[in-house]
């Protein structure tokens, strides 16, 4: 599985010859303007909620590739709307293909569209293709929840938000990667913006604290599990 960090909470994900998008928003971020969106290729884009910062690229990506829409009920009839193809789940339900699963798990958080319109519940997802699986927490607060998911899965890593603001911190990123029992943790949703701001030397330090790795990629690098 190779993963490369599109910046926020992008991530493209290539597994058995296949691309997976997850939350593109790579257009409106200002620290990724060196990404090309016309270049990246997608079979499948995983979507965690309807926030602007996680849906913004969702359509023009899925018409050019014909990529598959993966997310809930309510985000994918509205991008089925748009005229692109969609896979509805909800929480506890799971997308198989010969080549990967995705299953949608719960996140604490909201989901609305830009226009306020509902975007369902907000979620997360534990992908795994040959028996390795990673965690995409969406983005969430620390929650009991997690404490599920090594019960679905024994995770090679674990995207977790950092940023703290909209999402969980540092502190509560640590504590979530003892519910999910992983502690190769790749951050993200930090940075792009002033109130998401963080020091990464302190948030790798705090990591490292507890024995914990925390991998912050520069956008646009990637990294084989
Ligand atoms: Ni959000
Ligand atoms: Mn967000």
């Known amino acids: 599985m190779n993963i490369t960090f599109y910046g926020h909470a992008c991530f493209g994900i290539e597994v058995n010859g296949i691309h997976i998008i997850v939350d593109p928003f790579i257009t409106g971020n200002p ?20 926030h602007q910062d996680h849906v913004l690229d969702v359509e023009e990506i899925a018409k050019r ?9 309510e985000i994918v009839n509205h991008f089925l709307d748009k005229d692109v ?24 958080h909201t989901s609305s569209f830009a226009d306020g319109s509902y975007g ?16 995409i ?12 998911i090594p019960l679905f899965a024994t995770l090679t890593a674990a995207i977790l938000p950092i940023g703290d603001t909209f999402t969980m911190g540092v502190e509560e990123a640590i504590i979530a990667s003892d519910f999910i029992e992983c502690n190769k ?17 302190d ?13 912050l990629l520069e956008i646009g690098s990637s990294i084989e599990l």
């Open 31 to 50: 620290k990724a303007s060196h990404i090309d969106i016309a270049s990246l290729e997608a079979d499948y884009i995983l979507v965690t909620h309807a």
């Open 65 to 73: 590739t014909g990529a598959i829409i993966i997310s809930n009920y």
């Open 185 to 201: 943790i790749i951050g993200c949703h930090f940075n792009t913006f002033p109130p998401i701001e963080i020091n990464i030397d």
């Open 85 to 108: 193809k969609g896979h509805h789940l909800n929480h506890g339900g799971t997308f198989s293909c010969k080549e990967f699963s995705a299953k949608y798990v719960n996140a604490i």
């Open 120 to 135: 369902g519940q907000p979620g997360g997802f534990i992908l795994t293709a040959n028996n390795n699986s990673i965690y």
């Open 203 to 215: 948030a790798k330090q705090q990591f490292k604290l507890k024995s914990k790795e925390l991998i």
């Open 137 to 148: 927490a969406g983005d969430t607060a620390v929650s009991f929840d997690m404490k599920l």
